[in-house]
């Protein structure tokens, strides 16, 4: 029998998960910094994204 989570038991992360989630905070923040570092203009979120993925997995 499957036991179910407590009403404010926080969801438990496989260790992949966590590590997908934080690769993905990591290039969301630097996207964040490259849009800054562009004058915080419209357009290229984009590209903004591929070379922040390209740095952060070439870590």
């Known amino acids: ?3 179910t989570p407590e009403p404010n038991e ?3 992360l ?3 998960d966590a ?4 690769r993905h905070v990591k290039i969301q923040t630097r996207a964040y910094e490259l849009y800054l ?5 419209p357009g290229s ?3 903004d994204w591929l ?3 390209l740095e952060i997995d070439s870590e």
């Open 1 to 3: 029998m499957t036991s």
């Open 10 to 12: 926080e969801p438990r």
């Open 14 to 16: 496989s260790e992949m």
């Open 19 to 22: 590590a997908i989630s934080e």
């Open 37 to 41: 570092e562009r004058g915080d203009g």
């Open 45 to 47: 979120q984009f590209d």
């Open 51 to 53: 070379k922040a993925e």
